[in-house]
């Protein structure tokens, strides 16, 4: 906030993610109370000098903004009812830095602005490597004006020129949306292509060395088949515990994603599990795509 002197923050999630986040608001010299229910987390965030609270309750009710970044929506949405809303109150700032569903982000804007608080939905991309050195993108949804009053706040975590306005309350998240569909079904679909050659019996190196190897969608494409040839294609992500956000935005608004709507019905179907990027359950579409083929 831009003003003499610098806001409580209030930190609840001090994950991969949130950990980094908070220890960067810290050092920028913020007042910064910090909560996980990782109590190994907490004495973390106290090692370098900031202050670890009790519980979520404390951190909401003694500080002015309040920043989550916790690991899915529905544990966003399971705090916020809980612990975030009750403790509102009047002139409140509570800043979403996860990837949470449109509609309840909208739900909650209004449950929070019914006692004089403000939500604004921040989802972040860039992974931990962005937290740490605070160059996140951050797609920005909410009241423009409370936005703008955090605009310093947010560009401690993010490249100033990509902490981005999108639009009133939900827009963050809906472009948040627009950011994992590229990457997600951008991944699958270089996937598919590999296992396309992989399943009819054609060496990947060969294929690799032939379609990859350049700049472009074939620079892209290479670095899938090299991940696929080194034996990680198992673990390659194409956002299938968030596709469900964006697949109920998409129908609220009355329209079809029906690229999106394939791939999560495909790897709904599959039996193959995993823990994606953030350490939430999924599954394998290199797997699946190939599970009954020698490539697995």
Sequence with gaps: MQSQELPTI???????????????????GYPLIGYDIDAA???????????????TAEVVKNNDVVMTSLRS??????????????NARDGHVFIDL???????????????????????????SGGPHGSETGTLRIFVGGDAAIVEKCRLILEILGEP?????????????IVKGVNQL????????????MAFGVCAGVDPKAIREVVGMGDGWRGEFDSIAKRIIDG?????????????YFLAAAEASGFEI??????????????YEMFDNMNRPSRSFWRTLTKDSDAE
């Excluded at 209030?10 to 993610?17: A, K, R, T």
């Design 10 to 28: 209030g930190f609840i999630g001090l994950g991969n993610m949130g950990g980094r986040m908070a220890k960067n608001l810290h050092n920028a």
């Design 41 to 55: 987390k907490c004495t973390a965030l106290a090692a370098i000098g900031a202050t670890a609270g009790q519980d």
């Design 73 to 86: 929506s529905d544990v966003f949405c399971s705090v916020a009812e809980q612990h975030l809303i009750p």
């Design 98 to 124: 996860g990837t949470t569903e449109v509609e309840r982000t909208r739900e909650f804007a209004t449950a929070f602005a019914e006692r004089g608080a403000a939500l604004i939905d921040a989802p972040v």
């Design 161 to 173: 020129k990509y902490v981005v306005y999108c639009g009133p309350s939900g827009s963050g998240q």
């Design 182 to 193: 590229a990457m997600g079904l951008g991944a699958a679909a270089y996937m598919e292509a």
């Design 232 to 244: 990680g294609g198992e673990t390659l992500v194409v956002k299938y515990p968030e596709l469900p």
């Design 258 to 271: 029906p690229l999106t709507k394939a791939l999560y019905e495909f790897c709904k179907n599959g039996n």
